[in-house]
């Protein structure tokens, strides 16, 4: 195969070309010039003789003609030729070494080999890369017997032997190798390393005069011929990347400048070449060609196109003259893989400028139509390829084995596109090598193996990596096994001789310096090993042998071996990324080495077409919807989409399909996400994700978000976990198989059937993670459940390929390879299991490619893995692949904070993925219930879920460091050991860490204190209420019962009962918020429990609060009434669940009609169910809140409101003066009935509503209030008089029970004082009456005495409590014991009203909420006060300033008989209708019981607060909380150690009194001592008592020794301001200004803090040292073992800073552009939302974030205002430097919004932004806009934005909407695209979204 020709072949075609020459070239070359250089060879007597020209060179005979290069030379030359061999010739009789220098391609080797052709010398060849050495070029050791010997290599042997060297690729050696060649060039000297000298001719010929050739000999002293020369062969660096030439190298040599052909003698090779080929369209295909190499092209950073490439397409032109042009120009140079935008639109127009645009004539090869042997040609078939509608034959090379065109495998399902891909291959194949690119997963190892079968080619698969040396691909060392060294070929060179096809998988990993060793193999199909063996091409071994009359032996024996002709190349890669500095590997060099072809991702229907062939089960519509959304991804034009789509290439789809097909339960939603790894996706990757699969219909199903609960079990030699089941194993070396503590909980079960679904399929898996959450523990007690033993390998950044598969030693000087734990696993079946594989460079680890994919492998000791067991036949050096073998792979996830290599991008294709998470809170206590039993269940809640919430935090950026369960184990484990220490100090052995880092201790404190774990709390920080006395309990008063033969005294009350008419239900959304507990009691103990807010509008009113106990839970209910709405919380719980009623009671504008909702719970079977009962309209509702179901009760046949009834929400002005109240009781709505009465109305209604009946009850009375004291007694208070009745009825009313309700009156009797006067008894209305009376203990307790009788507590205005014995139950005469308040001296009656207590401030009267409570199990009575009703002198000293409050909890205690007053803090804010908020509460606060000793508190503003007001349990919490924090009762730890004396205890004794009362310590004398035995003292033994002789410790308390003197800080504090003045009045600014700067720095400061920690790491990993090889000092490279033992010195790596290759492309900084608004609206509306200042924080950050890292990260701010869209704020080469220059941009902003027009530049501005920043160099583009959502006011349609953002792909366009009116915002970001736009509806979000965006994509590479 000749890839270039330099000639034109004589014969018929060439009488031809001279005749076409002389027509077509005179014209343009003028006339015809004899007097052109020409070759000649004269023989004459004397010898022959070349001559070029007027140049003569006499031919010497060689000595070794074998080393002569042969068929290079064929004529007739092109004359630019001849005129570069005629300057060679010139140089080589001037005795000058030469250098040619030129672009990449075979033209400066060819030209170089023809000389040497010509003129019969000797060549050693040398192609240097970055490997090679100085023992390469000049001498190295072998062993041989026992002893080192020195073997010359190329340029010695050169030297000596009068040979040329010709050294290929000089810009490719590392800068240090070259200079050894300096003096060689020179002077023509060396030293050798075996002491010989090298010498010139010239010198030498003179000492020979003077001395014998033997002196000379024993001197050492060897002659260098007078006909050694040096060809060099180079590229120009800087303009290719490489090393420049030393100078003192570069001046010893003589250039030449190779250009290309020029374009006439181009033009006639080509003619010559395709004479089918119109001339026209080849005399374009050249001046294309030609243009792309000019300097105009390279300027635009074009690669050069590979010109010497040319006729390779042109033969196939020849063969197919039909065949688009551009096709095949695309072959040479595929510009669409390769360049960005502008290259590739670059490229385009010269196509059409030379008419070389895809033509409607010609054709596109369509498919292999068959494939034929020729008879009597070995290894050649033809083809038959269809093309267009004609079909042509052509003859190309086969493999050795039988061709396999028909067969149709089960791996392989052919499609049109690669059927069109194998008829195009095929085309290439017949002239030149191969590379595919595409895309990971596609399936390029496929097409190669389909390809290499139907060619009967056996593959040679060799996986490259970027560490891969020369000698890796060549030629390896190794030991013979008597120690002697020698040299193994590599897997590429045996293919070559075998004649296989060489798959080189991953080039655009490997060093291209590495790859360029190849050039010579795949232009010229000849090698140089490095042994000295040569490969030729199989015509040029043929020649040879021929002319030389040698046998195949006898060339053997001189190491030269024929290629095979069938021998190919067919390597695989991925696409370039464009613009990377790293990742674009295809450069002019690589172009000239192969003919591309892209593999395109599959079409749809393509995909469909291989996915339902090759899996005929899976459900047809899942793949649809499948394909639909991945195809969406693919042809975004979102970077984002497009890199998840990358995640689901056809082989990760294909393993999707696979596992839905066998798990039909299986759902698509779980499986899209666990193949993308959404869990650990950047934030906005994963929003684009949902909303793709959201649009894609792809949706999680219910059972997936609940998780349901996963059995495993072991039945009769089967394994079952879950749904899955697999025969358990039965094992050789069961000592193998890992055992390891495992508690099982849901979500670790889970995982593991989802591992065992896999490992069924026969799948690998990767397991991804954070740190600590159990991935060895899951794959331990996975691996223990499977029973299958396990080999177990760490990856570190250290691991090499070589280690990562055998670990070589030397014994007895032979080197030994031992088997890594990777082969052993292959060997013998095992599971290999690889932990911490991100840790280890991706470039080694892809090595395990080849060995998932095609089961092959090729190991360092020249052994090979092998999946089939019939090539392993007889070879000893092949391991077969055991079929239990199989791979499961650990690592942590990508990204910050791990900074891992990115292994799941890398390799995480060819595995089956599972994200490993902590585990949710259930499963997570459940495990640590199984750590710590004794640990209290509290404790262990507090841990999971202040864990949990740091988990959170980490996962949006919040904080860096992601904790783990690990973690939380390790703090169970030490509570479980020594429980006495608190959790408070135990914590801190893990948050210790974090200690010195000021924001981040804040953050962790902060959250600690919200769930409740006390760290940093004392023992003494109790802050309870104080106590005050309660007065005394008095017998008040008798309540009497008119007898019942008093009959006018009882009335009988008529009662009616009727069906309750039910309307609805309509359905209402029920929505879900998160609810924020904080606990209380983090730094404090208060009686205070937790407090949490609900989402609560500005305007919005809390009207009622109501609670349910349940068996482990109980439920808040808050109605709200502006809009009126419900909410409900359950404690303990995580949520808030609400429900809008506007639509029901709409709002009225005119604020007339206010409605007041008070809510009764229900319980089972109407359970979760409530009544809402609207006091004005008497409207009662039955709202289901599981389902969000409204149905409204009605009375029938009762009217029960004005005859307006269809508008009883309009205006009703004529009922302002006189408002109807309807109330509800609902003491007993736990029992589903509930009774209503109009206030000074005179019936009841009691509703049942589980039985739907209303029962009716007349009276004749007016009602003030009723009290449902029991169930079948009720307490009436009569209007205006206060009197008070008591109604008795049935437990159950029925319809015929009409006379059964009586009516008995009350008569309050004063005590008589016994002076026979009584006191005026004033009637009082209660506000509370209990419905359960006093237990007898507590009623005792009360008053005083042992008693025991039915009773009741109530409260009223001017009492604390009330106590009715003998109330309801017994008529006889009841006494009321009260315990009296005492009168306030600033109470005036300022209210007419005779209730004063509740008088309201409204003009209506009276407040609506009593806010009374009394709690009877704890024997209590609570009521929410005002703060001028409390004694505030009694409670808070005269210093000491009382508190802001939203009122008082008053808790009258009767246990106790102690008053206290609990400050209730104040609501944040409260709605502005503070008149209707008047009317509900005298406070700002509403209460409901709580458990059995708490309370609930609700404020206005939405505050839920828990109190724990009962004395035991506050007791029981005070215990529990003091045991968190730990005991630390101050005294001093001693140190003791319990030795055994060795002497026996004698009798007890007192002992010897010491006078002087000396401490003694051991012995048994004296008394007092210590650690003695016999006589009495202390921590001794046998001595008869304990004796303290007084040596007292002097201790200072704890916080004494804590406390820093007050001296110091005072210092500390001094010298902190010093410091600040000064550094104020270096920058000039006012601490003024200093204090307005800090308001906005403030604010940002973590933010900031975060991000730089970010970026400070991701410097580091880019600073990473690397491995520097060739060293003479340093660690022992494994792979110079042999060389070490040969004795050669520069055998040792060390890691260094490795310097940036010279040539390759510079670092460019990312570009950001910040967008800012600085319009009127964020003027006028910062008041309101404070949305101008968070810009200004926002711009604060950026400024403070960037600071220092200005060379990775180019900004500048930007605002845009009604005044334009361009404000420059800051640009980016003048950044500010100090704080006053910050405050100034801030200060700029402000003034700006304050003083613009109107109007809105938005659209104007980020789309000047994007097109301005896109002009710039840099890495990454980004533009980010602040902007306010206002644009459909100005008329900007959300679509325009949307276009506008993703006008440029190479920009990232973020938009960040502020506040806005209504839910304009949100209705924008569902039209951009997902990931896009952010909302923040609260201004404090918009840093924290702007660090999410940095740290997810700007920060991504950085």
């Known amino acids: 195969m000749q890839p270039r020709l330099l000639f034109i072949q004589r014969g018929a075609g060439g009488s031809a070309l001279w005749r076409l020459r002389n027509i ?90 023809q000389y040497l052709e010509l003129t019969k010398r000797e060549v050693e060849y040398m192609a240097l890369s970055r490997d090679t050495t100085e023992t390469d070029l000049k001498q190295r050791r072998e062993i041989r017997a026992g002893t080192a010997f020195y073997v010359d290599q190329c340029a010695v042997r050169a030297a000596t032997a009068g040979r040329i060297l010709v050294l290929e690729g000089l810009e490719k050696a590392e800068r240090n190798v070259l200079p050894v060649l300096n003096n060689l060039l020179e002077n023509r000297e060396m030293q050798l390393e075996d002491g010989r000298f090298l010498m010139s001719a010239e010198r030498y010929d003179k000492l020979l005069k003077e001395h014998t050739k033997e002196e000379l000999d024993m001197w050492k002293i060897v002659r260098v011929s007078e006909d050694f020369r040096v060809i060099a062969l180079g590229l120009p660096v800087p303009r290719y990347p490489g090393n420049p030439l030393d100078p003192p190298l570069r001046s010893r040599f003589q250039a030449r400048d190779v250009y290309c052909l020029p374009f006439q003698d181009h033009l006639t090779v080509l003619y010559a070449i395709g004479p089918n080929v119109p001339t026209e369209r080849i005399s374009q295909m050249l001046s294309f060609a030609t243009t792309l190499c000019t300097q105009e092209s390279t300027t635009l950073g074009l690669p050069e196109f590979p010109v010497d490439n040319l006729p390779v397409v042109i033969k196939i032109m020849d063969a197919f003259p039909m065949m688009s042009t551009q096709l095949l120009l695309h072959r040479l140079y595929p510009h669409d893989l390769m360049l960005g935008k502008e290259g590739r639109t670059g490229v385009e127009d010269v196509l059409k400028t030379f008419d070389l645009l895809g033509s409607a004539s010609s054709s596109l090869p369509k498919e292999v139509k068959g494939i034929n042997e ?166 040029r071994y043929q020649d040879l042998k021929k002319e030389l009359n040698l046998a195949d032996d006898d060339l053997q024996q001189r190491l030269i071996y024929p290629i095979h002709p069938s021998f190919r190349i067919l390597a695989l890669a991925e696409p370039p990324v464009v613009g990377s500095s790293t990742q674009q590997w295809l450069g002019s060099e690589l172009l000239t080495m192969f003919l591309f072809h892209s593999v395109r991702p599959l079409s749809m229907k393509e995909e469909m077409d291989v996915i339902t062939k090759m899996i005929p089960h899976v459900p047809k519509d899942a793949v649809s919807q499948l394909l639909h959304f991945t195809h969406r991804l693919r042809q975004s034009s979102d970077p984002t989409a497009k890199s998840l ?232 050096d092949v391991i077969v692949i055991h079929p239990d073998f199989r791979m499961m792979v650990l690592a942590n996830r990508p990204g910050f904070p791990f900074l891992g290599n990115d292994f799941f991008g890398a390799l995480g294709d060819i595995f089956s993925c599972s994200a490993v998470d902590n585990p949710k809170p259930q499963s997570e206590l459940a495990m640590l219930r199984q750590y710590g039993p004794d640990v209290p269940e509290p404790v262990l809640q507090k841990l999971v879920s202040a864990f949990g919430d740091l988990r959170n935090m980490a996962d949006q950026g919040i904080i860096t460091y992601p904790y783990s369960t690990r973690e939380v184990v390790n703090i169970v484990k030490h509570l479980q050991k020594f429980p006495t220490e608190g959790l408070a100090n135990v914590v801190r052995n893990v948050f210790d860490f974090d200690s010195y880092n000021g924001e981040m201790r804040e953050i962790l404190i902060n959250t600690l204190h919200k769930h409740g774990i006390p760290i940093g709390a004392k023992p003494t920080n109790v802050q309870l209420a104080k106590e005050l006395p309660l007065p005394e309990c008095k017998l008040f008063s008798h309540w009497t019962f008119n007898q019942p033969e008093n009959a006018n005294c009882k009335v009988l009350c008529p009662t009616e009962s009727r069906q309750t008419v039910i309307k609805g239900p309509v359905y209402v959304k029920v929505q879900g918020y998160a609810q924020e507990r904080h606990e209380s009691r983090g730094l404090n103990f208060t009686e205070e429990q937790a407090h ?39 404690v303990p719980g995580s949520s808030i669940m609400y429900v809008d009623l506007y639509d029901v009671f709409p709002r009225n504008a005119g604020g007339v009609w206010q409605p007041f909702v008070t809510v009764a719970p229900l319980a089972p079977p109407l359970h979760n169910q409530v009544i809402l009962h609207e006091e004005q309209s008497n409207v009662i509702l039955l709202l289901n809140m599981t389902n969000g179901a409204v149905s409204r009760i009605i009375f029938s046949g009762k009217e029960q409101e004005p005859p307006k009834k269809t508008h009883w929400w ?74 008070k009745f008591l109604l008795t009825k049935p437990m159950y009313i029925g319809s015929d029970l009409s006379g059964a309700c009586e009516l008995h009156a009350i008569n309050e009797e004063p005590v008589h004082t016994g002076f026979g006067m009584t006191t005026a008894l004033e009637l009082l209305s209660p506000c509370t009456v209990s419905k359960e009376e006093l237990s007898s203990v507590n009623l005792s307790a009360a008053l005083g005495q042992k008693i ?200 007890p004794k007192h002992g010897r009194v010491d006078v002087q009362n000396a401490p003694h310590v051991g012995g048994n004398t004296w008394a007092g001592g210590t650690g003695g035995r016999d006589t009495a003292g202390l921590g001794g033994k046998g001595g008869p008592y304990r004796l303290d002789a007084g040596h007292k410790v002097y201790q200072v308390s704890q916080a004494e020794k804590d406390a820093v003197p007050e001296e110091v800080k005072r210092a500390a504090r001094e010298m902190g301001e010093k410091a600040f003045r000064e550094r104020l009045k270096e920058i000039h600014m006012s601490e003024y200004d200093a204090a307005t700067y800090e308001r906005f720095s403030g604010a940002v400061r973590r933010q900031v803090q975060s991000i730089r920690v970010i970026l400070d790491s991701l410097q580091a990993k880019g600073k990473e040292r690397q491995w520097l090889r060739h060293q003479s000092v340093g660690e022992l490279d494994d792979t110079k073992i042999i060389d070490g033992l040969a004795g050669e010195k520069a055998i040792y790596k060390r890691r260094g800073e490795l310097e940036p290759e010279l040539g390759s492309p510079q670092q460019k900084p990312k570009r950001l552009r910040l967008l800012v608004d600085v319009s009127g609206s964020m003027y006028r ?28 990260l180019k900004y500048d701010i930007v605002g845009h205002s009604g005044d334009g869209f361009n404000i420059e704020l800051v640009r980016s080469e003048k950044i500010p430097k100090n704080n006053k220059e910050r405050l100034q941009i801030i200060k700029t902003m402000h003034a700006h919004a304050q003083f613009c027009m109107s109007g809105d530049h938005t659209l104007e501005g980020t789309e000047h932004a994007i097109q301005e920043i896109a002009r710039e160099e840099a890495d990454e583009h980004f533009v980010i806009v602040l902007s306010d959502a206002n644009l459909e006011r100005y008329g900007i349609s959300s679509t325009r934005f949307a276009r506008v953002l993703t006008s440029n792909p190479q920009v990232n366009a973020f938009a960040i909407f502020i506040g806005s009116l209504g839910n304009q915002a949100e209705r924008l970001q569902q039209t951009l695209p997902a990931g896009r736009s952010f909302v923040a509806m609260d201004a404090k979000q918009i840093p924290q979204i702007l660090q999410q965006i940095f740290t997810s994509t700007l920060l991504s590479a950085a």
């Open 645 to 876: 789509a990358s995640s689901l290439s056809t082989r990760q789809l294909l393993r999707i399909c696979n596992r839905l097909a066998h798990c039909p339960d299986e759902s698509l939603y779980h499986a899209v996400n666990k193949a993308c790894l959404s869990r650990f996706l950047p934030s906005l990757a994963r929003s684009a994700l949902q909303k793709n699969l959201k649009d894609s219909g792809i949706e999680a199903t219910d059972v997936e978000q609940q998780g349901t609960d996963v059995r495993c079990e072991i039945k009769s030699g089967i394994l079952t976990i879950g749904k899955v089941s697999i025969p358990l194993h039965n094992p050789e070396e069961k000592m193998k198989v890992p055992d390891v503590l495992f508690y099982e909980n849901t979500q670790h079960m889970q995982v593991m059937e989802d591992l065992l679904k896999d490992f069924v399929l026969g799948e690998h898996l990767l397991l991804i993670g954070n740190q600590g959450v159990g991935k060895n523990k899951i794959v331990d007690h996975f691996l223990h459940l499977l029973n299958r033993p396990r080999e177990y390998l760490q990856l570190h950044r250290d691991t090499t390929v070589q280690s990562l598969t055998l670990q070589p030693s030397v014994q007895h000087g032979v080197i030994m390879y031992e088997d890594s734990p990777l082969v052993k696993a292959v060997k013998y079946g095992h599971i290999l299991l690889i932990d911490e594989a991100d840790k280890a460079p991706t470039n080694v680890t892809c090595i395990l490619k080849t060995l998932v994919e095609s089961g092959e492998m090729i190991l360092s000791d020249g052994r090979r893995i092998v999946v089939d067991q019939a090539t392993a036949e007889g070879r000893p």
């Open 374 to 539: 020729t008879s009597g040609e070995t290894s050649q078939a033809e083809a038959i390829i269809q093309i267009g509608d004609k079909e042509v034959a052509i003859k190309i090379p086969t493999g050795t084995k039988p061709l396999k065109f028909h067969t149709t495998s089960s791996n392989f399902i052919r499609t049109s596109s690669h059927d069109r891909l194998l008829a195009e291959m095929m085309q290439s194949h017949m002239v030149k090598d191969m590379c595919l690119i595409g895309g990971k997963g596609c399936g390029k190892t496929v097409i190669a193996k389909e390809f290499a079968d139907m060619l009967g080619y056996s593959i040679e698969p060799i996986t490259l990596y970027q560490d891969m040396t020369a000698r890796d691909l060549l030629q390896q060392r190794y030991t013979l096994p008597n120690g002697d060294t020698a040299w193994r070929p590599a897997p590429l060179v045996t293919a070559a001789l075998d004649g296989k096809l060489v798959v080189l998988d991953g080039i655009h990993r490997v060093n291209p310096g590495t790859l360029a060793i190849l050039q010579r193999l795949i232009h010229d199909r000849e090698l140089t090993l490095y042994d000295g063996t040569r490969l030729l091409r199989a015509d």
């Open 1092 to 1130: 949490w807010t609900i989402p609560l509008n500005e305007v919005d009113i809390v009207c009622d609060v109501a609670t349910v106990k349940g068996e482990t839970i109980d439920t808040i209910y808050v109605a709200t009434c502006n809009p009126v709405s419900l909410y409900a919380m359950n």
């Open 1348 to 1547: 025991a009788s039915p009773n009741r507590i109530l409260s009223d205005e001017n009492s604390y409590a009330t106590i009715v014995v003998g109330f309801p139950d017994l008529m006889s005469p009841n006494e009321v014991y009260t315990w009296k308040r005492r009168a306030q001296s600033d109470q005036t009656s300022a209210s007419p009203s005779s209730d004063k207590f509740f008088s309201g401030r409204s003009p209506s009267g009276k407040v609506k909420q009593t806010n009374c409570i009394t709690l009877t199990g704890i024997n209590q009575v609570i009521r929410a006060v005002a703060a001028t009703e409390v004694p505030l002198s009694e409670i808070y000293p005269q210093d000491v300033k009382a508190p802001v409050t939203a009122g008082f909890l008053e808790v009258t205690d009767l246990n106790t008989k102690k008053i206290k007053y609990i400050p209730i803090p104040r609501p944040r804010s409260v709605s502005p209708y503070t008149q209707w908020v008047s009317q509900i509460s005298d406070t700002e606060v509403l209460i409901a019981p709580m458990g059995t000793g708490g309370v609930v508190t609700v404020d206005l503003g939405g505050h839920v607060r828990l109190w724990e007001t009962g004395f035991d349990h506050l007791q029981r919490s005070l215990l529990e909380w003091r045991s968190m924090i730990g005991q630390q009762d101050g005294r001093p730890i001693q140190i003791t150690v319990q030795k055994d004396s060795g002497l026996d205890v004698t009798a």
């Open 1210 to 1283: 309009s205006n009703r002005e004529d009922q302002v003066s006189s408002l109807v109240i309807y109330k509800m009781c609902r003491e007993f709505s736990h029992k589903n009935w509930l009774v209503f009465y109009k206030k000074q109305g005179n019936s009841l209604d009691v509703l049942d509503v589980l039985e739907g009946q209303a029962h009716s009850l007349s009276l004749p009375i007016n009602v003030q209030s009723v009290h449902l004291v029991a169930e079948d007694r009720w307490l009436l208070v009569e209007s205006k008089t206060n009197k």
């Open 1725 to 1752: 509306f910062n008041g309101l939302d404070g949305r101008l200042e968070r810009s200004m924080e926002a711009v604060c950050m950026v400024l403070e974030a960037f600071e220092n890292y200005e060379q990775k």
């Open 24 to 113: 077509v070239l005179r014209p343009l070359s003028g006339a015809w010039c004899p007097s052109l250089p020409r070759v000649r060879r004269v023989a004459t007597a004397a010898g022959d003789t070349v001559s070029i020209g007027d140049v003569h060179i006499k031919l010497k005979q060689p000595t070794n003609p074998e080393l002569v290069p042969m068929k290079h030379m064929l004529e007739p030359l092109p004359q630019s030729l001849v005129q570069h061999l005629r300057w060679i010739m010139q140089k080589d009789l001037l005795g000058q070494d030469v250098f040619l220098i030129g672009p990449p391609g075979p033209l400066r080797r060819s030209i170089a080999m």
